[in-house]
């Protein structure tokens, strides 16, 4: 294999490590504030790193634009659903978990 | 490799049965929802497995996407985190219903194994005529060529089924309800990602006559920028009138229809395009699906959307945040 594939690999690997890792934050943190937080790793680091990993495989530079293109709008709508679902359950009244 | 891909296979229908199950059991009809928009994407992973991308890119954009807003629209006009009601079968009839259920299931399997060992069907002739088709794309030759009668008749009946929809819904000629939200994230974001909406849904029906895309998922990717315009209170699409709907709902099979109509008026069979002109005929008839299919889609949500009675997100009281 070629360096550029060593470094994708590398790079698809990290990324599936921040998604595992937002995966258990999602099953495992308390209250729906600490989950979104745990989410964001998984949308920003992981589908970023993945992103990156696969732009060096990608074929034409048009794919490779299309791919980041998709990495910045899964950035944009996330940070926007996480602040919608944030304020939707502040409205509902949850509060943030204290530790007891 | 191939080893790894059969483990992914194996682990995605037992995903799929899982969610499937989990689906049918859960008690909480909110929860039931997000669990089937799961299996849908669960299941456009699966489609691009089979190899078929374009039923992919449907199943994403309608199956787990818009299916998904209208289920949880109908989540919300129902009471607030309704549950399922207890089922009052006997042990007689579940074992019935159980064994029932088992046997078609072996059956399927069954049918599914027999076919494996024959050829492709249709594709070779397929493959041999597609030079004449127009397009480069064998799907899109299929569906809007070689079998167009049946698209024809599938987009009127679309067509009829949301007007239907639509007359039940919003009622006489009475524009429909607007709830303009006051959220400032939720409206940029609506206003920003709109036109990018609208650029994906061109390069979705250009890309269609060589690669997976095509009117459909154009439509179904136009509609999202539409229903999420509505989300965020922009009221123009609520303003039409239900005779400007309409209009816009049939508009695709006007124009099927009239392509159709003008061939066998220039001497040719139904549906039989000119050899030369079978590109531009497909690409406009396209385009008009991709208008009908996308204002059918939004209009089908924002008419079935409930009442938001809610402003923006109060700000937090001092102190409480910390």
């Known amino acids: 294999m070629s360096w550029s594939e060593w470094i994708s690999t590398l790079l698809l690997l990290s990324g599936g490590f921040f998604f595992v890792a937002g995966t258990v934050g999602l099953l495992r943190f308390p209250d729906v504030y600490t989950r979104l937080h745990a989410l964001t790793k998984a949308d920003n680091l992981g589908l970023g790193l993945t992103t990156a990993g696969l732009i060096l495989q990608a074929e034409t530079p048009p794919a490779a634009l299309k791919l980041a293109l998709i990495w910045v709008l899964v950035i944009v709508t996330g940070a926007a659903a996480s602040y919608l679902i944030a304020g939707s359950a502040r409205t509902a009244g949850l509060r943030p978990w204290r530790r007891p | 490799m191939t080893h790894l891909l059969s483990v992914f296979d194996v682990l995605l229908a037992a995903g799929l049965l899982g969610l499937a199950w989990l689906v049918m059991a859960s008690r909480d009809l909110f929860r039931a929802v997000v669990l089937f928009i799961g299996f849908g994407l ?89 030079a ?39 009622g006489d000629l009475k524009p429909l309800p607007a709830e303009p939200v006051d959220d400032p994230v939720l409206s940029a974001l609506a206003r920003r990602l709109f036109p990018v909406a609208i650029l994906v849904a061109g390069h979705l029906l250009w890309s269609g006559t060589h690669a997976p895309g095509g009117a459909f998922q154009a439509g179904a990717v136009l509609g999202s920028g539409g229903v999420l315009l509505h989300l965020a209170g922009f009221t123009a699409f609520s303003r039409l009138r239900i005779r400007g709907l309409r209009a816009l709902f049939v508009l ?29 005929l497909i690409v406009l008839i396209e385009s008009a699906l991709m208008v009908s299919v996308g204002f059918m889609l939004a209009g089908l949500i924002i008419i079935s959307s409930p009442p938001r009675p809610r402003d923006h997100f109060p700000l937090p009281r001092r102190g409480e945040m910390s």
């Open chain 2, 252 to 280: 695709g099979f006007c124009v099927f229809l009239a392509v159709a109509g003008g061939v066998v008026i220039a001497g040719n069979r139904l549906l039989e395009y000119p050899p030369g002109l079978a590109r531009e």
């Open chain 2, 42 to 130: 669960l299941l456009s992973l699966a489609w691009v497995r089979l190899g078929a991308a374009d039923i992919a890119l449907a199943e994403a954009a309608i199956g787990a996407g818009l299916t998904g807003v209208l289920l949880l629209n109908t989540t919300a006009c129902l009471r607030r985190r309704e549950t399922v009601p207890e089922a009052h079968l006997s042990t007689f009839a579940r074992f019935l219903t159980g064994s029932l259920c088992v046997a078609g299931g072996c059956a399927i399997a069954l049918i599914v194994a027999d076919l494996a060992g024959q050829e492709g069907g249709l594709a070779g002739q397929v493959q041999a005529r597609l």
């Open chain 2, 132 to 170: 004449a088709s127009g397009v480069s794309s064998p799907v899109t030759a299929v569906l809007l060529n070689f079998r167009g009668y049946d698209t024809l008749l599938e987009i009127g009946v679309l067509a009829l089924a949301v007007i239907g929809l639509a007359s039940l819904l919003a």
